[in-house]
Every structure is written in C-alpha cells, then in structure tokens.
C-alpha cells in the first residue's frame, strides 16, 4: 500500500505541472493541522458510515442500495427524524477535512428532502433507496480532497472496510507480507474475485441447463 501511495503523490504532482506551477499539497494540509494520512483515515470513515446509512445491501444490477437510512425510515417521523441526526454525521466528518460549508449545501438539501419525502408512507421508503444523502456527502469531500490535497486514490473509499482491515495487518506481526503490492492488491479486489467466481458458476450451470435441454430436445424429437 505504501508504493500505490507514492505512486498516487507522484500522479497528483504531475498533474499539477499541466500550468506550469506546482501545488504545494502539503502547505494546503498543514493550514488545516491534517496530514495525508488523517485524511485517508477521516475518508475511510465517511464511506464506512455512507456505506451503512445508504447501500449496505446492494440492490442486485444496479447501484443502488439499501441501508439504515431507508430501515429507519419504516418508522413514521421518528425514523426520518433520526436519519437526518446521523446523516449529519457525515456531514461534520467533511467539515473536520476542511470541506467549506457552502459545498456541503447541496448534500444538506438532500438530506432534509430525504426527512421529507420519507414521511410519505411506504412510498417515502422506497424513495429512500434513491434519495442518498450520505453518499452525496462522501462524492462532495472526495472531490474537495482531489483538489485541495492531491488526493486520488479510491481504494480506501470503494472498499472502505477491506482497506482497514489491510492496514492493521500490515501494522501486524507479519506486515511485510501484506505490503506487497500484489498480495495487497488480491486482498482489496477479493468481492470482485468473487463476483467473478458467481458469475462463472453461474454462466457454468446455465450452459448444463442449455444443453440438458437440448439433448432432451432431440431425444423426444429425433433429431439428436
């Protein structure tokens, strides 16, 4: 992990040379008492606590998702009222990184239409799948880190819970195995290696169905 941050660093200063002027990244993170790290760490959180308000359960073929955030608005009033008390969660999480108040309007907007509309019995909570406070939040700081702080890399974010859980083993006993890039790679990408694996039994069974039908197929018929 520490070689995809440098080469990140790397990104984000050439990037910067496209004017002719470098970014002093690390002026801007020091004005706000943060260092790169912290804010990876304070990001991390945030898409932990979106991922739980607003897509814990991924609808299936699509991005959206169910979280606490539609859960609780099962409960009239109460429930919405709650909700927007932990959205706001994430919303002092973005302050804390230095995101000015006037860019977190339109995700505090989002955020009371969803107390609003989630009033709305039934129709409220299914809306609440769509409506996603959180995850505007999350979209808000992430942009707001890419451009004051030089900040690109997504890992820590897409899979907030995976990257964590690297971190602390390769604070462990047996750290240096877990820097390698490739074994760090293949620990952050398991779900889509296990999509994968999904994907190819079912493309397995659905190929057996085909041609069990097939033969059954010529064997009633003849033409087998």
Do not use: C
Request: glycine share 10%; hydrophobic share 45%; aromatic share 10%.
């Amino acid at each position: 992990m520490d070689k995809f941050k440098k080469l990140s660093r790397f990104k984000a200063k050439k990037s910067s040379n496209t004017n002719g002027s470098v970014v002093d990244y690390q002026a801007k993170l020091a004005e706000q008492g943060l260092t790169r790290e912290q804010v990876i760490a304070t990001e991390r959180k945030l898409a932990k606590f979106a991922n739980t308000m607003d897509s814990l359960v991924r609808v299936p073929f699509t991005k959206q998702g169910i979280g606490a955030d539609a859960a609780l608005s099962t409960i009239p009033l109460a429930g919405d009222v709650a909700g927007l008390i932990l959205t706001s969660y994430a919303f002092i999480l973005g302050r804390q990184l230095g995101v000015p108040a006037d860019k977190m309007t339109p995700a505090v907007r989002l955020a009371l239409i969803d107390m609003v509309v989630g009033i709305v019995p039934g129709i409220g909570t299914l809306l609440d799948i769509f409506i996603r406070p959180s995850r505007k939040t999350l979209g808000i700081v992430h942009e707001h880190l890419h451009q004051e702080y030089g900040i690109t890399e997504t890992m820590h974010m897409d899979r907030p819970f995976l990257h964590q859980s690297l971190e602390d083993k390769q604070q462990g006993r047996f750290g240096a195995f877990w820097r390698n890039p490739i074994v760090a790679w293949l620990y952050l990408h398991i779900p889509d290696m296990l999509g994968l694996i999904v994907i190819v039994f079912v493309g397995w069974g659905i190929w057996t169905a085909i041609s069990w039908l097939v033969g059954l197929f010529g064997q009633s018929t003849g033409f087998g």
